[in-house]
Nanobody, 125 residues
Framework: QVQLVESGGGLVQAGGSLRLSCAASGRTNSSIAMAWFRQAPGKEREFVAY????????IYADSVKGRFTISRDNAQNTVFLQMNSLKPEDTAVYHC??????????????????WGQGTQVTVSS
């Protein structure tokens, strides 16, 4: 079993930046794709960013493209999400997720088998 722990969330003004981290422990396998999702109150969980097992492929939701960057350090079993030019609509709990081999689309939460507890990001206007 794999445990995922997110950190780095907080309160920031619009236009500011935050860097989220997701540390994996347990029976980790660094050669697994990972993603970040977010969930705002009263809304469904939303795909944010995806990174392939080797880090060569990254995919972003249109709403964060050009502002967020996903990266990974496989030696440290850690995935990052650099968030710049934050907007109030980015306010949500951010979760990292570890994908299992699946035919489901990368943006489908059902393609991910392990989830972290989430870290709160609040952007004030």
């Amino acid at each position: 079993q794999v445990q995922l722990v997110e950190s780095g969330g907080g309160l920031v003004q619009a236009g500011g930046s935050l860097r989220l981290s997701c540390a994996a422990s347990g029976r980790t396998n660094s050669s697994i794709a990972m993603a970040w999702f977010r969930q705002a109150p009263g809304k469904e969980r939303e795909f944010v960013a995806y990174i392939s097992r080797g880090g060569l492929t990254t995919i972003y939701a249109d709403s964060v493209k050009g502002r967020f960057t996903i990266s990974r350090d496989n030696a440290q079993n850690t995935v990052f999400l650099q968030m710049n030019s934050l907007k109030p609509e980015d306010t949500a709990v951010y979760h990292c997720a570890r994908r299992e081999p699946s035919s489901r689309n990368y943006a489908d939460p059902r393609a991910y088998v392990d989830w972290g507890q989430g870290t709160q990001v609040t952007v004030s206007s």
